[in-house]
């Protein structure tokens, strides 16, 4: 990771960007309409396209087409039995993925798709073991970035269904929020026809809440944006759920490496030379190394993990994080921060 430095600045429209040995792909700005029917016609020809959403970059596949999902597992380096969230364009494609859709996923579906949310539901014919892992439920997820929209739109008008699109990074790094931060995981494993569409920065900047709908009272498998709070109101005051009751694969809940490379440590100060994370409103310890100051927890998202990219780009070993304290955005945000600093190296998928 890193070692093949590439720049993405400073591009206006396709770039042939990348060229070390045999290895050449594209990086794709985010604006032409001309571009993104370009990607989607390389998801029907089987290509990866990796594409900015709202949360985070995801790393695109046809998620009907076994040799180009086998592929996301490839570049990643992810064992074959982890999920992948198929993506579409609009809630009214939910039923060619998913089956005995129950009255609560559609509340939540209406309420916040496109957004920042992951369903996990009863798998239709269509999800094949290659793209759930062998479960027969199936995640699904419709993106509200524009140009994450478009792709999808203009993939379904040609014949797609939907694409399997994990966070563009390594196994075991932390996701993507830049198409820089994209190319600097994957671009080394990309091919020649292979596209990465930059979209900027991802305005949420952690992944997807995912819910799981299958059970009579939905379940917050991972949280994020959308809350805890959020869900309970819409769902007329439901009480949730643990995810403790349950045994599925989802993040975290195995015990392997983990980026950043810098050990993370919660809630001390940092010492001179160490890396520094916390609140605009907290002051730097002497002679530490502030990597954000976010004002807000919305700010916080968006900047922890390019802040933990910075980290290991300038070499840091260990980095002190004041994690926020409540609920709401918080929830998530100590979640992923935990996975960071557990001694035990939980990996991020
Ligand atoms: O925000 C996001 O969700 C991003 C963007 C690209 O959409 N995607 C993402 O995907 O975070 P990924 O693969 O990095 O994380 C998805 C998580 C994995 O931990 C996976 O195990 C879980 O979702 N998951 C997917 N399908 C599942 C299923 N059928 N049952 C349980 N967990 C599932
Ligand atoms: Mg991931």
Redesign the pocket.
């Known amino acids: 990771m890193g070692t093949r430095g590439v720049r993405v600045s400073a591009i206006d429209f396709i770039v042939k960007l990348f060229k070390w040995d045999d290895l050449l792909m594209e990086i794709v700005s985010k604006n032409t309409h001309a571009n993104v029917v370009k990607a989607a016609h390389a998801l029907i020809e089987g290509r990866l396209v990796a594409f900015p959403?709202e949360?985070?970059?995801?790393l695109g596949a046809d998620a009907s087409n076994l040799n180009a999902v086998k592929r996301i597992y490839e570049v990643k380096g992810r064992p074959s039995d982890?999920?992948?969230?198929i993506?579409i364009s609009s809630v009214d494609r939910l039923d060619m993925w998913a089956m005995n859709i129950p009255n609560h996923a559609l509340q939540l579906a209406s309420k916040y798709w496109p957004g920042?949310m992951?369903l996990?539901l009863e798998?239709s014919k269509l999800a094949g073991d290659f793209v759930?892992?062998g479960?027969h439920?199936?995640?699904i997820?419709v993106?509200s970035h524009p140009v994450a929209n478009s792709l999808l739109t203009e993939f379904e008008k040609i014949g797609g269904k939907g694409v399997a699109?994990?966070?563009?990074n390594r196994f075991g790094a932390v996701?993507p929020t830049t198409a820089e931060a994209v190319v600097d995981e994957i671009g080394s494993a990309l091919g020649i026809n292979d596209i990465v569409i930059d979209g900027g920065l991802s305005e949420i900047g952690i992944?997807?809440t995912?819910i799981?709908c299958t059970a009579t009272i939905p379940c917050i498998?991972?949280p994020?944006h959308v809350t805890a709070e959020m869900i309970e109101e819409t769902l007329n005051s439901i009480k949730l759920q643990t995810p403790s009751q349950y045994n599925?694969?989802?993040?975290g809940n195995f015990d392997l490496h983990y980026s950043p490379r810098a050990q993370v440590i919660l809630n001390e100060l940092a010492n001179p030379g160490e890396g520094f994370i916390a609140m605009s409103n907290i002051e730097t310890p002497p002679g530490a190394i502030r990597l954000t100051s976010p004002k807000t927890l919305q700010e916080f998202a968006q900047n922890i993990y390019s802040a933990l990219r910075s980290a290991d780009h300038h070499k840091l070993q260990k980095i002190s994080i004041i994690v926020p304290e409540g609920n709401g955005l918080a929830v998530a945000l100590r979640d992923r921060l935990t996975k960071a600093s557990n001694s035990k190296n939980i990996f991020?998928?």
């Open positions: 959403t949360t985070v970059y995801g982890h999920p992948l969230i993506h920042p992951t996990i798998r759930t892992g479960q439920k199936v995640g997820r993106p699109a994990p966070s563009a996701s992944e997807s995912i799981d498998l991972r994020g599925l694969k989802v993040s991020y998928d």
